[in-house]
């Protein structure tokens, strides 16, 4: 196995706290116990109406929060806010810095870095904004460009914490997640930062995309002919009858510090940030590329300092889509040979929530590391073409110290990391 450009890192970074919503719930421990039960988010999609053409019928829909306990979401405050986006982003972020032990001061804001981001951002405003306009003649709402400006989400979250440090939207579609947190390294690894507030949140349950996902063949749709089937079974990676994602929502927050800064200040961190990778497929712009994901995979087991057998398992990208998993289901097996550790696939449980899918899987695998249980890819039919130990009989105890994480997004955009247990 050859590994190229790979960067030694000389700090150690690590994670202080985490928090996320999902389909699955909007506590952590919730959605853990449901995921650990091999329960589903998955259900019907009740965003907008649906006509009786519209192609999609099911969706990863993220309850409804009770915002009486949090000052900075009542209505008041939120009132020009109206992408859910913004609402559940300070959510996860508020509830990841006090688990996290940081208090952040005026004297501390100029060392915190934000990298938390989105990949579709709030569409949704501007599609409303549109709408208004054909119908009614009504001009946009004064919020609308900032309800949908990309780099919006990460200002907000400065404005809630009073963060200062470097700033930055880390948009690689569905790796998002993933890429903030490896931005958020580099920051630390140049020092231009202490702590780093990380991770990402999408809504994108918004007409156009969630079509536009069925035209491009990657949202799950029944087969032609046959009835619907439960929305809790719709969504199965690397399964012989996957048909496509199913677009959800949701957001998480992870919050890395160095550990210089963990000791000073007296913080005991669980998870270190122990190696990652990006690579860029050149190709085709849906299409994943074996051998730029191979190497994404090869060059963040080398960052860590590891050879593969150290793994002890795989959190996989997993989408559902018939080429995707099987390109990841191959790497993996030129990278580990014939010791491939177990791979659990999340969407099966929480469907697809773009960016931010990524930083909510990186959240269970670590809630997994602590509990020692790997959680079970659901809704698996083995498919000869893919041979993996999916742990597809239910939740699984298992030790881990090492977890590697994949993330791939469109446009080639490939992102991985690997975490490792520190108590």
Known sequence: ???????????????????????????????????????????????????????????????EIDVSPYPFLQPREMAHWTSPIFKYALLVVHRALIKSGITISPALAPRIAVTFSTAVGGLDAVLHADRLLKAEG????????????????????????GATGPICSTITACATGITSLIIGEMLLQRGMADVVIGGAVDFPLVEPIVAGFATMNGAYRPKEGQPDEPPQKTSRPFSLNRRGFVVSEGAGCIILASAEFAEAHGLAPLFELAGWGMTSDAGHFVSPNPVTVQRCIEETIANARL??????????????????????ADVLHDVFGGKLPPVSANKSQLGH???????????????????????????????????????????????????????????????????????
């Open 307 to 328: 050879q593969p057998e150290d793994i002890d398992a795989v959190n996989a990208h997993a989408t559902s889509t018939k080429v995707g998993d099987k390109v990841e």
């Open 138 to 161: 009504k001009l946009p709402h004064p919020f609308t460009n900032p309800n949908s400006c990309i780099n919006m989400v990460g200002g907000k979250v400065s404005i809630l914490t």
């Open 1 to 63: 196995m050859m590994f190229r450009g790979c960067l030694m890192s000389s700090k150690r970074a690590v994670i202080l706290g985490y928090d996320c919503v999902s389909s699955l719930g909007t506590d952590l421990e919730t959605q853990w116990r449901r995921a650990a039960d091999g329960e589903s988010g998955i259900s019907g999609l009740t965003r907008f109406p649906l006509t009786a053409d519209f192609p999609v019928r099911i969706a990863g829909e993220v309850p």
């Open 353 to 423: 929530a773009m960016g931010a899918s990524s930083a909510i899987e990186t959240i269970l695998a670590m809630e997994g590391m602590c509990r020692d249980t790997l959680l079970p890819t659901i809704n698996y039919i083995p498919d000869p073409a893919i041979v993996l130990d999916c742990v597809a009989e239910g939740a699984r105890k298992l030790k881990q110290e090492f977890v590697l994480k994949n993330s791939f997004g469109f446009g080639g955009c490939n992102s991985c990391v690997l975490l490792r247990r520190l108590v």
